[in-house]
């Protein structure tokens, strides 16, 4: 059975920073593209920061040059580096892994339950 668990996010400050974790279980790590959405309310679900299995690191424009993703796969885990958070920020951040990426518009196979960010001005 696979598990996505999210965690780290929070209240901050804009301009703050946060640092989200997903540990994956289930699955061998190793061999998945691992991505971070996010969905904010009246929104649609956007992926923001995907890693392949040779960490290959793609970003969103909205979030090139604030979030970095990095993989750890001893540890079975996932992280998204977020600095410089803006309101516009705000949203649930899901964790999300796919066996075969096919770019950026993949379909994901598994999901994580979410974790909320939200950034105050």
């Known amino acids: 059975q696979v598990q996505l668990v999210e965690s780290g996010g929070g209240l901050v400050q804009a301009g703050g920073s946060l640092r989200l974790s997903c540990a994956a279980s289930g699955l061998t790590f190793s061999t998945y593209t691992m991505g971070w959405f996010r969905q904010a309310p009246g929104k649609e679900r956007e992926l923001m920061s995907g890693?392949?299995?040779?960490?290959?690191?793609y970003y969103a424009d909205s979030v090139k040059g604030r979030f970095t993703i990095f993989r750890d796969n001893a540890k079975n885990t996932v992280y998204l580096q977020m600095n410089n958070l803006k309101p516009e920020d705000t949203a649930v951040y899901y964790c999300?892994?796919?066996?075969?990426?096919?770019?950026?518009?993949?379909?994901?196979?598994?999901w994580g339950q979410g974790t909320q960010v939200t950034v105050s001005s």
């Open positions: 890693i392949t299995y040779m960490s290959t690191t």
């Open positions: 999300a892994a796919v066996r075969w990426f096919t770019g950026w518009n993949a379909r994901y196979d598994y």
